[in-house]
């Protein structure tokens, strides 16, 4: 093999017949990323300025849109509504219902090249005919104004994914902000747990307190996942999971996605490597089946050295190629353990 430096960071190149490995099986793989917050940059912006980008434009500006999405393989994207800026968010059903307009615009613009879906069917058709797909989630609980109501209205609007909070406390459990009031979850919680279970709705523990999340593993029956959440051992931050989180993840069937915000992957630089460092730590732990893709592209800021936009996605491939990955288990990891829990959720 060659070696490289890239910014003084030692890279390993590929051999050829490792190179064309890598882009068969990526290629092949149904790739699913849980969690982007590029909505927020097809938002209108202040003063009545267009929005920032567009889906179908390719951007030398933040992370992901369509043709980086081409470029990178990624089949299935998760697109995060993001609205609790600060506690207590007076407009955030507000904001959620503008960007779900702006979801289902952005999808009827570009729908020769990608589809909104609501099942693991429409995802693999989409794959079937070259498409990408997009699924909607909401990342925190603040546009649903403590209401089971307001959820059920937003799976009607095709909502698939929900995590009850960002970093504050909400109406049904408390983030990772709420340091000294983080408790159980309410029983507001409970019932929307219940209610996302009979619609067929995938619960998010990402941002979840550590207490919160505990008493999600207690109630909760199937699977949950963490769409952006790594190891807690490999990089100490609080958004990380513990030992014995991925460890109830998997004794619920679930998934938790790699996110590649520099700070959740090491203290002394991020690459690549350092996050398929996480993958490998994981699949010592618990195995393959649990392990997959949650970048948070456009909620990152300066992102990896390899993982610089979603067109780069095909590095996490080549490197877990190079460690030696078995075919199998690196298409899990690009997207076939999300699309188990995705088919084993949704309706």
Known sequence: MDVMTFEGIVMVKLSKRQE?????????????????DTLMEFMPQRY??????????????????????????????????YTGRREGQPDALLTAMQMTDIFYREMEENEEGIVPV??????????????????????????LMGDLGVLRNFY?????????????RTPFADGQAASRTESKLTDLGVKAIEEMDRLGMVLDTSHL??????DIADVKKGP????????????DHKRNLTDDMLQAL??????????????????????????????????????????????DFDGIGTPPVGLEDASK????????????????????????????VLGQVLK
């Open 313 to 340: 996605m095909p590095n996490i491939t080549r490197e877990l190629v190079r460690r030696g990955y078995a075919e199998e288990d690196i298409k899990k990891i690009l997207g076939g353990n999300h699309l188990r």
């Open 48 to 81: 009545g300025q267009p929005s920032a980008r567009k889906l179908g434009q390719r951007s030398d500006k933040g992370h992901l849109d369509l043709p980086r999405m081409k470029e990178g393989g990624v089949d299935c994207q998760t697109f995060a509504m």
């Open 224 to 235: 949950f996942i963490a769409s952006h959440s790594n190891s807690r051992v490999i990089c």
């Open 118 to 143: 609501t099942s693991v069917r429409e995802i693999l058709a989409a794959k079937e005919v070259g498409k990408c797909s997009g699924l909607l989630s909401i990342e925190g609980g603040e546009p």
């Open 209 to 214: 307190s550590d207490t919160c999340f505990w």
């Open 156 to 168: 009607k609007l095709g909502v698939r994914m929900l995590s009850f909070t960002w970093n504050w």
């Open 250 to 295: 998997t004794d619920h069937g679930g998934v938790t996605g790699m996110n590649f915000a520099p700070d959740f992957i090491s203290k002394d630089g991020a690459t690549v490597e350092k996050l398929v460092d996480h993958i490998d730590y994981i699949v010592k732990r618990i195995g393959p089946d649990h392990v997959g893709l949650g970048s």
């Open 20 to 36: 064309a490995e890598a882009m068969r099986i990526h290629g092949e793989a149904l790739v699913v990323d849980t969690h982007c």
